[in-house]
């Protein structure tokens, strides 16, 4: 890294998802760039934390093999995926029923896990309608999705026809893992997104570690373009100012921090209400689940939202031959304070034994994680796309711009990387991007 870098010809604050997207779009048609990163780690919530030689990933980050921009983003040609089972387990009525693996047993658990006191009739026409919804999302286009009137998605199940016991068995737990959102609050046209993504592809989680991500991208910018512990206090069009350091001058700036950061910087920015998200990791001495499946908890007896046996999907995320459990809790800590973690570790454990139908009373507690400002709420009406170019010269992007995935933090630094290049008269093809990471 450069220690006096002052100038450059865009300058990108912040070094997540998004920035570091929008500097590698920036880079590939040809321009300088420096990325600055307040604090002494990139990544933002996508990080890896290490303890005892486990690695923890903190928050919700599941990516899914449809992501368009994993395949599209300058500099993630190495990334390598872990892939989850197909399709996820629901805990429901006391049993596991996998939902969307085999499609012969899929649809024998399915079943199982909407029938109920319903008649067969019943429930194979519910299983039709939800096959029919997942097939029709999974062949519509982004723009068809974002144009369909908007609701609540609560509201859009129950239009479509789908019974509380489906919603409830399957749709609410599942959407819960996807969108942190149980109540179903989420704008309908996101949901949608969310269950096309899940019916074209898998779910999966990077090799090595959330943090792997940025880590791949930081990787490939030329030498001397990110800087870390670099405090930036104010923007303009032409330059950044930053706290004990040289201002950097430039021709364009790209604010790509958390949306209250962005705010500070740019006042009058939209900020979202957030999902806070808890994760609790567990080092045990036996997998309770030799597969690596995304356990769902349909019957809410307990904090648990979803699990999975971290170290079934990526067996370097464990060690000395012990597993690795990863939990999931939706919503404020309880009581507020982190101070009641052991209190937490006691009833998620308490939860962990029925879903996973084992005693966990011997189960280690690794870490216990709470972010706050977790995932941006995507409340209907929501904005999908919400501007990313403020005027010529000063741009925003984050997932706080898009949609709340690791889809829409690399879109949105997309596309500011596009109207920066416009708006510069840059011309740029995609083609170009490989020869331009080349030439850096």
């Known amino acids: 890294m450069l220690n006096h870098a002052r100038h450059a010809d865009v300058v990108v604050v912040g070094a997540g998802l998004a920035g570091l997207s929008a500097a590698h779009h920036v880079v590939a048609a040809g321009l300088t760039v420096i990325v600055l990163e307040g604090s ?31 395949h599209r983003t300058p500099g993630l040609a190495g990334l390598r995926m872990r892939q989850l ?30 029938g109920g ?21 999974a062949g519509t286009s982004t723009a068809r999705l974002l144009a369909r009137p908007e609701t609540t998605t609560a509201e859009a199940l129950a239009a479509r026809g789908f019974s509380p016991r489906m919603v409830d068995g399957f749709l609410r737990p599942l959407l819960a893992a996807l969108l942190s959102d149980p109540a179903l609050t989420t704008s309908s046209r996101c949901a949608d997104l969310v269950l096309r993504g899940f019916a074209r592809g898998r779910l999966c989680v990077p090799e090595g570690g959330s943090a792997s991500v940025p880590e791949l991208l ?57 999902h ?31 699990s999975v046996v971290a ?5 370097g995320c464990a060690l ?34 029925d879903l996973y139908g084992t005693d966990t009373d011997g189960w280690e507690l690794m870490a216990l994680r709470h972010e706050r400002d977790a ?19 000063l741009y925003v992007c984050g997932d706080h711009r898009d949609i709340s995935t690791a889809q829409g933090a690399l879109y949105s630094g997309r596309r500011a990387a596009h109207h920066l290049l416009r708006d510069l008269g840059v011309r740029f093809r995609p083609e170009d991007t490989q020869r331009n990471l080349a030439a850096a």
């Open 40 to 70: 002494d780690r990139i990544g933002g919530r996508m990080a890896t934390d290490t303890v005892d030689g486990f690695r923890l990933d903190p928050g919700n980050h599941l990516l899914n093999t449809s992501f368009p921009e994993l």
């Open 85 to 114: 089972s197909p399709g996820v387990l629901v805990r429901g009525g006391g049993r596991n029923y996998r939902v969307f693996g085999d499609q012969r047993r899929a649809r024998d658990s399915l079943s199982l896990l909407i």
């Open 117 to 137: 006191s319903r008649t067969p009739f019943s429930a194979t026409l519910e299983r039709a309608r939800l096959g029919a919804t997942l097939a029709r999302l």
């Open 218 to 274: 930081a990787k490939a910018l030329p030498p001397g373009s990110l800087h870390l512990g670099r405090n930036v206090t104010s923007v303009s069009t032409n330059e950044v100012a930053v706290d004990g350091h040289p201002a950097v001058r430039c021709r364009a700036v790209v604010v790509a921090t958390g949306a209250r950061r962005a705010a500070g910087l740019l006042p009058g920015l939209h900020v979202p209400e957030f």
């Open 276 to 306: 806070p998200v808890t994760t609790l990791h567990h080092a045990v001495a036996e997998a309770p689940l030799r597969e690596p499946a995304l356990v769902l908890a349909a019957d809410r007896r307990g904090p648990v939202a979803y």
């Open 311 to 315: 170290s079934e999907v990526d067996p």
């Open 320 to 353: 000395d031959g012990r597993a690795l459990v990863s939990s999931t809790v939706l919503g404020p800590l309880p009581g507020g304070r982190v101070a009641d973690a052991e209190r937490l570790d006691r009833e998620v454990r308490g939860h962990l034994a």
């Open 375 to 393: 995932v941006p709420a995507m409340r209907a009406p929501h904005h999908v796309r919400r501007p990313v170019r403020l005027l010529s010269g």
